[in-house]
């Protein structure tokens, strides 16, 4: 690929952010809310090749969790709402907060991996 075919590349940002292929731009990343196409409808890029796996769940999982601890632990020690309430509102608010990044994340992952042509088990030679 030629300097100037990767110079119109988008960043992982807007990969991540837009849903655009890494390869050619176009918004045909995600076939779902959070599952890739399997090719881009535009350019042909096959997406299969790349493996992202469970990894962005996990840690938006655990960085989700942690951050709703605090405003648990805040809630609790100034306004002390009856545990029901604080179900009613955190439970909501993991849903969201997890499988509202993980789109963004798994882009994110899916971009890297085509930027640095990383592939599963090995780091491709420069």
Same mark, same amino acid.
């Given at each position: 690929?030629?300097?100037?075919?990767?110079?119109?590349?988008?960043?992982?940002?807007?990969?991540?952010?837009?849903?655009?292929?890494?390869?050619?731009?176009a918004?045909?990343l995600f076939?779902?809310?959070?599952?890739?196409?399997?090719?881009?409808?535009?350019?042909?890029?096959?997406?299969?090749?790349?493996?992202?796996?469970?990894?962005?769940?996990?840690?938006?999982?655990?960085?989700?969790?942690?951050?709703l601890?605090?405003?648990?632990v805040?809630?609790?020690?100034?306004?002390?709402?009856?545990?029901? /309430? *604080? &179900? %009613?509102?955190?439970?909501?608010? !993991?849903?969201? $907060?997890? +499988?509202?990044?993980?789109?963004?994340?798994?882009?994110? /992952? *899916? &971009? %890297?991996?085509?930027?640095?042509? !990383?592939?599963? $088990?090995? +780091?491709?030679?420069?």
């Open positions: 690929m030629s300097s100037l075919e990767r110079a119109v590349e988008p960043t992982p940002a807007q990969v991540a952010l837009k849903g655009l292929c890494p390869r050619c731009g918004k045909t076939a779902g809310m959070t599952k890739f196409a399997d090719r881009c409808a535009a350019c042909g890029f096959d997406l299969t090749m790349f493996n992202v796996g469970d990894g962005p769940a996990a840690f938006l999982t655990l960085i989700v969790g942690g951050m601890v605090g405003v648990a805040t809630l609790q020690l100034t306004i002390e709402p009856p545990l029901w /309430l *604080l &179900a %009613l509102i955190l439970i909501p608010l !993991a849903v969201i $907060g997890v +499988i509202g990044s993980l789109r963004i994340a798994k882009g994110a /992952l *899916l &971009a %890297l991996e085509y930027r640095n042509s !990383a592939r599963e $088990g090995r +780091i491709a030679d420069k």
